[in-house]
């Protein structure tokens, strides 16, 4: 993986700002994933970590100009899913 | 001011690592740990593509996040009643704990500050690159891990294939689930052929771009695992009879390829110049199967008795 | 000139995912912080999506983009469906 132009660029300091903004972000929702009080809503923060790395995913690899990134966000999104499904069938009377 | 920048996103990403590896650990709450583990792992594979690690933050999405995440939350439902965790009971055992956790800490730092000391020198990077042309794939990593360190992704997939028979040996599959909704049913009918294609992508791309029979292998389990999660029972394996079989087919390929090259002098595991990217991707496929088999059973928690793929329709069956 | 458009898309989606995380956070109960949360899929990562695909290199680069974004649409969409049920059913139990 070669760092493109951008890194140095004005436009990759633009949206090394837009990273770290976006973890800030996340970090916040962690904390619903720290309170709960339930599990869903636990796994509503999970799913919201979920879509922020693929944003995160996404930005990283526009800036490093390294597409295998968008492999990673693409199974994080699968796998997302995959958990929400597992957490979601937790059905202890139903079956 | 990139520097400046890139520091605090590395200060902010270990720190909320820390945070939430601490809280998962130390909560007394079942469900919120286990919560907390899977959002750990999800953060870890970001920790990952920081670092510049495709290959890792794969795998740590598709295992550590996904699959463990399934594994710990099955683990749950077969034990309602200790969702709250008792409490510690030998003073002794805590303090030995302690001490071999802070022993282990040290350990891990000395190691960190040599490695940080070393600079110039011999490293894996420089050697990999040097020799990259000789071992019949452009990705390094699995350079490493299919011709250079070959023997060790041997023991490995040894490693997992025991690990399943302790497995196996616990007893028969945890019981299964009934009919899905609509929503769910939907999303499993999507999902699975998407997952699959994907695991297939990741074990060809392997060779030249980040990718892998782990991940592949991985990925595959995870589109069992919903299978399972959507009623049928077996999870998409085939038979008993078949899946030992495909079970085994890692370790056996491996090492058959491995024989079959010393018998003919050029030793084992040595690859012949222009067969090294043949044989790697065909090891690879196997231990694909090999490994989405294992982990697909581990799931399950072993042989299930329906003897047919058709969803499990009895309501509420318990067995 | 294309950089600073898809740079104030990204900015705006990531305002999308605050909003989202806000609300996560602040509102009262499961059911409206899923809401919360969607938008934060949505927009949020749509606009990042966007943006991001203006700089990309290549147009193929930019379609896999758009397929991501649409693959968490529809997998949250759900997701969210799935939580809302098994938190409704759960409640019913109590």
Known sequence: ?95 | MNALLWTLLDLLLAAMLLGLGWAAVATRDLKRGVALFIAFGLLLALAWARLRAPDLALAEAAIGAGLAGALLLAALRDEPRHEKLAAAHSRAGLWTLNLLSVLLAVVVAWALLCALEMGEGLRLAGAVTDHIGQSGVSNPVTAVLLNFRAYDTLLELAVILSAVLGVLALGPARRGYGLPGPVLGGLIRWLVPLLIVTAGYLLWVGAHAPGGAFQAGATLAAAAVLLRLGGVDRAGLPAAAVSRWLLAAGLLVFLGVGLSLAGLGYGFLQYPAGLAGGLILVIESAATLSIAVALALAYVGGWSRSGSTQPDSTQGGSH | MIDFIAIVLIVTGIGFFAVGSIGLLRLPDLHSRLHALTKADNLGLGLVTLGTALLAGSLATAIKLLLIWLLVLAASAASANLIARHALERGDER
């Open chain 1, 1 to 95: 993986m070669n760092d493109s132009g951008l890194v140095n660029s004005l436009t990759g300091s633009a949206i090394t700002i837009c990273v770290l903004a976006l973890l800030v972000t996340l970090m916040l929702g962690l904390v619903r994933a720290l309170q709960g009080p339930s599990l869903e809503d636990r796994l509503a923060a999970v799913l919201l970590l979920g879509t922020g790395g693929v944003a995160f995913l996404l930005l990283l690899a526009v800036l490093w100009s390294a597409p295998a990134l968008l492999d990673v966000a693409l199974l994080l999104a699968l796998l997302a899913a995959v958990v929400a499904a597992a957490m979601t069938r937790q059905e202890s009377r139903r079956d």
